[in-house]
T-cell receptor
């Protein structure tokens, strides 16, 4: 499974756009990039998943360059409630249940 | 539709005791997994299952047993608890396929004295 590297922590202020970059140099052809969010004392929650280019949903956008060796999670106009740990994962297609989590990025949003 | 449920929410054990952490899902998912999360760290995969009767080991399987007799349930057994197993345990399920979004339970906080 491809190893991911992301910043340990980030600070932001309410209303700003936050971009968290993740590197995954040895991603394989069939792998997908997936991001999860975890609040204290809760299980992780799926945010977004993509294979290449750009994916957008009601929560975030995911940008993946052509070489797929990195990806960027973009959270538009963050609020205090976006304070959480964000995990970037590389997921092998149809390998359900085999998520390998790194340390994640602890995002702190300040007023 | 309750999603993924886990019981108990909290448990304290003495070293050497055994117990079973329960996990159930009502989404008819084929895939189920157990993770542990230690303070300040990401989740680590203990065991997973791709369907009833099929289980396999994850990153940290030692000291834990699992079985999957039904699609809905995936219990995790601690055979002889050790202080190193003090952690928060999360169960997850997914349907597999391209999207393969995992749904996590609320967790069980286990302390082994």
């Amino acid at each position: 499974l491809a190893k991911t590297t992301q910043p340990i922590s980030m600070d932001s202020y309410e209303g700003q756009e936050v971009n968290i970059t993740c590197s995954h140099n040895n991603i394989a052809t069939n792998d997908y990039i997936t991001w999860y969010q975890q609040f204290p004392s809760q299980g992780p929650r799926f945010i977004i998943q993509g294979y290449k280019t750009k994916v957008t949903n009601e929560v975030a956008s995911l940008f993946i360059p052509a070489d797929r060796k990195s990806s960027t999670l973009s959270l538009p106009r963050v609020s205090l409630s976006d304070t959480a740990v964000y995990y970037c994962l590389v997921v092998i297609y149809n390998q359900g249940g085999k998520l390998i989590f790194g340390q994640g990025t602890e995002l702190s949003v300040k007023p | 539709n309750a999603g993924v449920t886990q019981t108990p929410k909290f448990q304290v054990l003495k070293t050497g005791q055994s117990m079973t952490l329960q996990c159930a899902q009502d989404m008819n998912h084929e895939y189920m997994s157990w993770y542990r999360q230690d303070p300040g760290m990401g989740l680590r995969l203990i065991h997973y299952s791709v369907g009833a009767g099929i289980t396999d080991q994850g990153e940290v399987p030692n000291g834990y047993n699992v079985s999957r007799s039904t699609t809905e349930d995936f219990p995790l057994r601690l055979l002889s608890a050790a202080p190193s197993q003090t952690s928060v345990y999360f169960c997850a399920s997914s349907s597999g396929g391209r999207e393969d979004t995992q749904y996590f339970g609320p967790g069980t906080r286990l302390t082994v004295l």
